[in-house]
């Protein structure tokens, strides 16, 4: 049996397990990520919590062969580089992954985006096990995704694809009553008065301004007086299981949103299944329920029988994703 370490590096925490080559996560351990420490101070904490797990593994009589690591950001993962990222991790453009973590382990290491590590490990060991095809959404404080196929997944000529949250929404527009009444044509204004909501990448009227976390906040709080401001996400989904009308409004246009963004792609990639996951997403049957009933009729009926599943939170996906592409990269460099 091979065994190797599976590290998944957000921007808030890190977490690691050493992984069997038949999908089980042996031992885990997390630490915060040093986000704001800089791209060394990272990669030597990531390479000590490495250092901590094969200990505890040689203990056992395990010696894991290899790392793999999916981290937050765009990964070219033949060079193991970090190509571009969002301030969330400070300086991390440019960081030379694999070569960083191979010189302070001694261990071979391979890279990728850290919602590809997600959707390899789903497809290879969690709720998309068994299919030849899966298209993974994950919707939390941004919108991502990754498109499995055949165990491998689609990273794009330039290692960008997965971008769900970042194409056109019809819900990422503001009418007449809102924000947009100002009456000064800005550069996001559509014909009708309509104003496309900022998104993240610094576009407007994308999936993820009107459907990630920070959007159903900002939604909330812009429809209500300032006095009834929501203090985070997590509020705005308590009120709307109390009834809150607005907060109900608000939590199933993002649903919608989200859902036509997962019907649209899966008539264009015709998935074996859907698997969604994220914060927003596990926030109970107000969100799934209006999510999937936009998805349904976003669907072709070719596409009428279409699983579309929850990510199984007990699972550390990432991190068995990770440890796949580790064992399946280079067999050669992880032989034991
Ligand atoms: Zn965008």
Not at 226 to 251: E, N
Not at 297 to 309: F, K, S
Request: with cysteine.
């Amino acid at each position: 049996m091979r065994y190797v370490i599976g590290i998944d590096l957000g921007g808030t925490k890190t977490a690691a397990g050493i992984v069997s080559e038949d999908g089980r996560v042996l031992c885990a351990a997390r630490i915060p990520t040093a986000a704001k420490e800089g791209a060394e101070a990272i990669l030597d904490a990531t390479a000590t919590l490495v250092l901590r797990l094969v200990r505890r593994a040689e203990a056992e009589g395990i010696v894991p062969a290899a790392i793999g690591i999916g981290s937050a950001g765009v990964i070219d993962g033949e060079r193991g580089m970090v190509v571009s990222a969002t301030d969330a991790i400070s300086g991390w453009v440019g960081t030379r992954l694999t070569e960083g973590l191979q010189t302070r382990t001694g261990l071979a290491c391979a890279a990728i985006n850290d919602v590809h590590a997600h959707a390899l490990g789903e497809s290879w060991a969690g709720a998309a096990a068994g299919s030849s095809s899966a298209l993974l959404v994950a919707v939390g404080t941004g919108v991502g995704g990754s498109f499995v196929v055949d165990g491998v997944p689609q990273q794009g000529a330039r290692f960008a694809a997965g971008h769900v949250g970042h194409f056109a929404s019809p819900y990422a527009y503001e009418f007449a009553s809102g924000v947009a009444s100002d009456g000064d044509a800005g550069a996001n204004d559509i014909a009708g008065g309509a104003v496309a909501l900022p998104c993240s990448c610094g576009g407007a009227g994308h999936v993820e301004a009107i459907a990630s976390g920070p959007a159903i906040l900002h939604s909330y709080n812009r429809e209500v007086p300032l006095a009834d401001a929501a203090p985070d996400t997590h509020a705005v989904f308590a009120r709307a299981s109390s009834g809150d009308k607005t907060a109900l409004l608000v939590v199933s246009r993002a649903a919608a949103a989200c859902g036509q963004a997962i019907g649209g792609l899966a008539n264009i990639l015709d998935p074996e299944v859907v698997v969604v996951s994220g914060g927003v997403a596990g926030a109970g049957p107000l969100w799934w329920d209006a999510m999937t009933r936009a998805a349904s009729a976003e669907l072709l009926p070719a596409l009428a029988e279409l699983r579309i599943v929850p990510a199984n939170p007990a699972t550390d996906a990432a991190v068995l994703g990770a440890a796949r592409l580790a064992l399946t990269r280079d067999p050669v460099k992880v032989a034991s």
